[in-house]
């Protein structure tokens, strides 16, 4: 049986991203990101929740989102799910969680960093490919061609 671990998440950044660098040079950044969702009970009140995500960025990702991803912006990143484990020192019980290792991410809104929606719905994609350079956005799709019917069908035999 195939297995498919993908994640894809549009939130709000909960605090500024703080960029550290490993002893080999990498850099990495742990952001958290706040999902609403607002929904209407049977009797018509309407509520919201807000989940709260970690994501874990490595790379230039992480660089990028240390410089540009700041409290409040709205975001977008795809990426896996991987459990963390580790023993608490405290009380030597065994921990785990949940987090997002992300592999791409899109800063939505405006180009001053700011909260909220653009104007123009401007946004920049990043993923996490080694020797990829940052992407502004995905290239156009060809139209697929469709060829017309052939000339001697009469209109009667269109099955539209």
Known sequence: MANVNKVILIGNVTRDPEVKFTSKGSAVTDIGLAINR?????????????????VELWGRL?????????????IYIEG?????TWEDKASGQKRNRMKVVGENLQLLGGRTGGP??????????????????P???APPQPQRQVAPPPSDMPDDDIPF
């Open 135 to 137: 992407r502004r956005s």
């Open 62 to 74: 992480a660089e990028i989102a240390g410089e540009y991803a700041k409290k409040g912006r709205p």
């Open 116 to 133: 909220g929606p653009s104007s123009g719905g401007d946004h920049e994609s990043y993923d996490s490919a080694p020797a990829a350079a």
């Open 38 to 54: 607002n929904y209407t009970l049977d009797n018509g009140e309407k509520r919201e929740e807000t989940t709260y995500v970690d």
């Open 80 to 84: 896996r799910l991987r459990m963390d």
